[in-house]
């Protein structure tokens, strides 16, 4: 696709305008990058990240369904799986995520994202138990999800051995120990305010 010229020039202006927050030119170049190189899965993908950046969340989903493309891979799944849950389509969203892939590669990372995609789902569905599980599915998988850690412990959705057993269950890399020392604090921390809230 960057071989012709003129569609590397609209994927530079593309990039140019993501780079300065200008959305809405980037979404114009890109539009033209899509339909000028035939749809081409990368152009797509762009667009779609266009859309998402500039809080067009349904275009997103719509996007990648016209060019059946939702199913293609992960980054495809967890881009329009957060796209419909920013949309508050939480069921469609779960239901996105379920999908069966083209391309099954998958990081622990990305497995991360989709398993905190989904217990975000089940908490705006007051669905506490699942997303619980959800939450803790994601930290297993990624003990650097900082923001999985933090919905846990912040919203007291697990008791303080809960939280306790849950950080001896996790695995850091040698080189992420640091971050245990900070998730060790943080449910010290906040076991303190709830001890001083029950006084």
């Not at 622990?108 to 599915?137: G, P, V, W």
């Amino acid at each position: 696709m960057l071989g012709n010229e003129c569609l590397r020039r609209l994927y530079e202006l593309t990039i140019d305008n993501l780079n300065v927050h200008n959305y809405p030119d980037a979404i114009f170049f890109c539009d033209k990058l899509v339909t000028l190189g035939g749809g081409h899965i990368a152009a797509v993908y762009l667009l779609g990240e266009c859309y998402f950046r500039n809080g067009n969340f349904k275009k997103v989903h719509s996007l990648f369904l016209h060019h059946k493309l939702l199913a293609h891979n992960i980054s495809f799944q967890l881009l329009a799986a957060r796209a419909l849950l920013l949309n508050r389509q939480n069921d469609q969203c779960l239901a996105m995520l379920e999908t069966q892939l083209d391309n099954t590669y998958c990081n622990r990372k990305m497995e991360s994202c989709r398993a905190f995609i989904r217990a975000q789902c089940f908490e705006a569905q007051d669905n506490k138990l699942m997303a619980i599980e959800a939450y803790q599915e994601c930290i297993q998988k990624d003990p650097t999800n900082v923001e999985a850690f933090n919905r846990l412990v912040d919203c007291q959705l697990i008791t303080g051995a809960q939280k306790e057993q849950l950080l001896a269950s996790l695995s850091f890399a040698p080189e992420d120990q640091w971050l245990r020392k900070i998730y060790l604090s943080k449910v010290k921390e906040v076991e303190e305010v709830a001890q001083v809230g029950v006084e």
